[in-house]
């Protein structure tokens, strides 16, 4: 079993629609979380990290739910500039971070 | 303020030849990280150095792959001989701390035909 399991999309969504993401990890160790996005061809970047009592930045909502082992991302009011590939990302004890395999985003007119 | 660099960005070589990367840090970066690409595997860790030394090196494939980071402002990845399924694409990436937000940088993409 994959450590981080993410569904590979694509999810294509019109502009202005919600959209969310989860992710599940298999660690239960696992102390912290992020959001990566990664542009096609381009480096993955951090988008947000994800804390236990939730996060919202701007348009875009974290939740960890630790008993059921995922996370999850919300983007409300969809552009065109968010397709992308969502990257779901753990880090456990040892001090390195674990990249699921990404969620694909298009966002259309 | 640069960011990580990485060069070559794209690399293009035979079967069994040797291939090199590299890879400059943000300075003032204590954590390093080489990781590879693919789209069937996504993102995989291959090694990290804290303070220029290797920490963990259990993601590395094989003993074809060897890292080195001689400096903290200097780290190689090498390939030696290279086979077609290494083709992916490498990022080097650098943190303040562990477990903290990475930078990467614009990757290589390696063809080995």
């Known amino acids: ?109 | 303020d640069a960011g990580v660099i990485q060069s070559p960005r794209h690399e293009v070589t035979e079967m069994g030849q040797e291939v090199t990367l590299r890879c400059k840090p943000i300075s003032g970066h204590d954590y390093l990280f080489w990781y590879r690409q693919t789209m069937m595997r996504g993102l995989e860790l291959l090694i990290y150095f804290n303070n220029n030394v290797p920490i963990d090196d259990s993601g590395m494939p094989e003993d074809r792959f060897s890292a080195k980071m001689p400096n903290a402002s200097f780290s190689t990845l090498k390939i030696q001989p290279s086979e077609p399924r290494d083709s992916a694409v490498y990022f080097c990436a650098s943190s303040l701390a562990p477990k903290e937000k990475l930078f990467f940088g614009s990757g290589t993409q390696l063809s080995v035909l």
């Not at chain 1, 912290?32 to 096609?40: A, G, H, K, V």
């Not at chain 1, 983007?75 to 990249?99: E, H, N, P, Q, W």
């Open chain 1, 1 to 109: 079993r994959k450590e981080v399991e993410q569904d590979p999309g694509p999810f294509n969504v019109p502009e202005g629609a919600t959209v969310a993401f989860n992710c599940t990890y298999s660690n239960s160790a696992s102390q912290s979380f992020f959001w990566y996005r990664q542009d096609c061809r381009k480096e993955p970047k951090l988008l947000m990290s994800v804390y236990s009592s939730g996060n919202e930045d701007g348009r875009f909502t974290a939740q960890l739910n630790r008993a059921s082992q995922y996370i999850s991302l919300l983007i409300r009011d969809s552009k065109l500039s968010d397709s992308a590939t969502y990257l779901c990302v753990t880090a456990g004890t040892a001090s390195k971070l674990t990249f699921g395999t990404g969620t694909r985003l298009q966002v259309t007119l």
